[in-house]
């Protein structure tokens, strides 16, 4: 356990000295300043006020950038440490594969939830100091959902990461699974079951494996608990899940395929690196 802090400890370092991380916090710090300025907490739409519907459109922003920032830095880590001839100086340390590999997945994850989760802590600790009413449960549930939405493109970043042979490589084929899952919502699932004929309840489900989709679902069921707005669909999750069932789902499901992508990157890159 010493020896995978002190790796995860390393990778942070390195993480905090580098210029994308200035640039990763200083956008979620930008977007949350942008949504106070603009007055978006004096304003009512369909009776949504304060600081939740700053919050709605804060997670709705994130849902868009966060995948695509921890994918593009996190699939050059192993690929690019491979480039560089790290491995050959790491394996004549007396440190494990297993400790180096998820050090730097742990280090890589405080680096990529810390500056999203403090943007959204600033945002509730303002709003607390203007005497806006704070909506607690959701700010735990937002919570649970970013570091859930953070544990998944972590994974799946580190999986890629392990199966390119190459930084370059490695960054085209994050962005384009970044650009896939954002395609295959709503009007691409509109498509595909006008074209095929498939019942509603096969096209949810498929909706349901996205974990963007899960995501922006779950973010708007907060304070829709009829999903009004995704229309007929609605009545297909809250009959099969519930709203309790689908929160729980929303919070575990993304992070148990970040998880399972990290294990099997893992096992990838112990058959492939070990000597």
């Known amino acids: ?50 600081l939740s519907r700053l919050l709605v459109t804060y997670l ?14 996190t699939v050059r880590s192993v690929a690019g440490d491979r480039e560089a001839g790290v491995f050959e100086y790491m394996l004549s340390l007396p440190v494990s594969l297993s400790v180096w590999y998820w050090g730097k997945f742990l280090g890589r994850f405080v680096v990529v939830f810390l500056p999203v989760f403090l943007a959204m802590a600033g945002a509730v600790a303002w709003g607390a100091i203007r005497g806006v009413e704070i909506p607690w449960s959701q ?9 859930s939405l953070a544990l998944c493109f972590l ?3 580190m999986l890629i990461s392990t199966l390119a042979r190459s930084s370059d490589v490695a960054t085209g084929t994050a962005f384009l699974l970044w650009l896939f899952l954002l395609l295959f919502m709503d009007l691409i699932l509109l498509g595909v079951m006008i074209r095929s004929g ?18 922006r679902t ?22 099969h899940f ?30 492939g690196d070990l000597p």
Do not use: C, K
């Not at 700010?139 to 570091?147: A, H, K, N, P, R």
């Open 218 to 239: 779950a973010s708007m069921m907060l304070f829709d608990p009829q999903l009004v707005l995704l229309g007929p669909s609605a009545y297909v999750i809250l009959d």
């Open 198 to 215: 498939l019942s509603p309840e096969g096209v949810v489900a498929v909706a349901l494996g996205n974990p963007l989709q899960v995501f």
């Open 60 to 73: 709705q922003i994130t849902m868009a950038i966060l995948p695509l920032f921890v994918l593009i830095t």
């Open 242 to 271: 519930g709203r309790t069932g689908y929160l729980v789902w929303s919070l575990v499901y993304p992070a148990l395929l970040g998880l399972f992508g990290a294990a099997a990157g893992f096992v990838l890159f112990r058959r």
């Open 1 to 50: 356990m010493g020896h995978l802090l002190l790796a995860a400890r390393a990778d942070i370092s390195e993480s905090l000295r580098s210029r994308w991380f200035a640039v990763y916090a200083l956008v979620f710090g930008g977007v949350v300043v942008g949504l106070f300025v603009s007055g978006l907490t004096e304003s009512r739409v369909m009776g949504f006020t304060g």
């Open 155 to 157: 994974g799946l970043g």
């Open 139 to 147: 700010v735990f549930f937002y919570t649970g959902f970013l570091l």
